[in-house]
Nanobody, 118 residues
């Protein structure tokens, strides 16, 4: 089992920045990919960004390319999502995920709210 705890969400004005963190604990010895998905009110959950174990492969949803950066610190078992130039349409609950890719992940965090005001 892997436990994921997100932090760093909040309220920010459009054009602002936030950094989300996700700390993994439990059976983190395995080499697992990690990612961030988001779910806006009334919409389906969508993958925003993902990163493989070594960091050599990263995926970004088209709408966040050039604004969001995913990174990880394996020594700290932590993955980050740096979000710049935030837009109101980025408002959602952001979930950390581990052990998968695309829409299929083994483990999920509890989510952290990101609200971008216009």
């Amino acid at each position: 089992q892997v436990q994921l705890v997100e932090s760093g969400g909040g309220l920010v004005q459009a054009g602002g920045s936030l950094r989300l963190s996700c700390a993994a604990s439990g059976r983190t010895g395995s080499s697992v990919a990690m990612g961030w998905s988001r779910q806006a009110s009334g919409k389906e959950r969508e993958l925003v960004a993902a990163i493989n174990w070594s960091g050599s492969n990263r995926y970004y949803q088209e709408s966040v390319k050039g604004r969001f950066t995913i990174s990880r610190d394996n020594a700290k078992n932590t993955v980050y999502l740096h979000m710049n130039n935030l837009k109101p349409e980025d408002t959602a609950v952001y979930y950390c995920a581990a052990g998968g890719w695309g829409s299929a992940w083994l483990y999920w965090g509890q989510g952290t709210q990101v609200t971008v005001s216009s």
